[in-house]
């Protein structure tokens, strides 16, 4: 499978926590930098949180110090633990490897 799958979405509510799953291919989890992005309704598509080969990661400032973004060898996984979550993190939220794109998983952030 080349294209990444996520799992984890769910409703929550605000204050609570998720984490989001991202299996890849051993190619993809190998060799590229595995993102994620998120989509609210009528929002354009946003980097989130990133993770290189090397283990560095990136986060959008909205999200620091709520989000961390890790990865698991031994799985070709990437998660995304979300804290702290607001109503405003509702979205979609895709995976990225390389220029392959997951189908992506809805979290709500909602009382």
């Known amino acids: 499978q080349d294209q990444p799958v996520e799992s984890g979405g769910g409703l929550v509510q605000p204050g609570g926590s998720l984490r989001l799953s991202c299996a890849t291919s051993?190619?993809?989890?190998?060799?590229?930098?595995i993102s994620w992005y998120r989509q609210a309704p009528g929002k354009q598509r946003e980097l989130v949180a990133s993770?290189?080969?090397?283990?560095?990661?990136n986060y959008a400032d909205s999200v620091k110090g709520r989000f961390t973004i890790s990865r698991d060898n031994a799985k070709n996984t990437v998660y995304l633990q979300m804290n702290s979550l607001k109503p405003e993190d509702t979205a979609v939220y895709y995976c990225?490897?390389?220029?392959?794109w997951g189908q992506g998983t809805q979290v709500t952030v909602s009382s």
């Open positions: 051993a190619v993809i989890f190998r060799f590229y930098t």
């Open positions: 990225k490897g390389g220029i392959a």
């Open positions: 993770i290189s080969r090397g283990d560095s990661t």
